[in-house]
């Protein structure tokens, strides 16, 4: 099975217990089921930090005229290494379509406070469906999709002097961080290319007024001219590894 932890969980449905596999045939109904309509969170990253369990929702229509022996369920894996990544699954009952046809609800947990992640989990995933027949057998899909699992990224920022004399200096520091799987804390992510916005007192939107990189450690600094009382940002776009992120606001006053 390699290094992940299952856990069975019965809420609703069937308890759903899976084993892992090398690998997952392409296509669809070579068992004599066939999965449609799969969605994974949306279509969004899934973004993991270090102590709160996170739950992606899923969903898919199964069509076969076998009985199954669990509910059945879609998954992340990774071809070639037999890896899936969960730590939990809850699937409905069957909402019943027709005779042969279900469609089913359903929650993907991760919990990297209770389970262990690796750093290199984040990235790409591939999406299949399976499920286990009465009497032994069942059917593995590849459904062609992909989904992204991130490590949370963190932004702080202080903006000084408060208050500031107009046409004065101002100075805007913070960092960037990002969930250490593996130590369970959020470490300094250098290198990253953060935008500095700024929002004037009494409006409700947030513009951006440049772009600053982080040097090695994760620490931002620039400074702006004082013009107008206002709130002061950073905000960070993420990657194919890392979740985005915004610091909370800090307001300076211009006087």
Known sequence: MGKQVWRVVVAGGAAAVFTAVAAVPAGAAEGGVSFTRVQVNGGKPIVIGVSKEVAAPASFRMTTTHKWKWSP???????????????????????????????????????????????????????????????????????????????????????????????????????????????????????????LQFKPAGTASYTTVKKVYANGSGNLKTTVKASKTGTWRWVYNGNTTTGPSKSSGDNVVVK
């Open 73 to 195: 369920a879609v998954f992340l894996y990774r071809s070639g290494s037999g890896d899936r990544l969960w730590h939990a699954i809850e699937t409905s009952d069957c909402i019943r379509v027709s005779t042969s046809v279900c469609d089913f609800n359903e929650t993907m947990y991760f919990d990297p406070s209770l389970w262990d992640m690796y750093n290199s989990e984040a990235g790409a995933w591939k999406v299949g469906a399976e499920v286990h027949f009465k009497g032994g057998g069942g059917d593995t899909d590849d459904k062609g999709l992909t989904v992204h699992v991130k490590r949370n990224s963190r932004l702080t920022v202080n903006a000084s002097p408060e208050p500031v004399s107009k046409g004065g200096t101002i100075t805007v520091t913070g960092k960037v961080t990002r969930a250490n799987w593996e130590t369970r804390k959020y470490a300094s992510y250098g290198g990253r290319l953060v935008s």
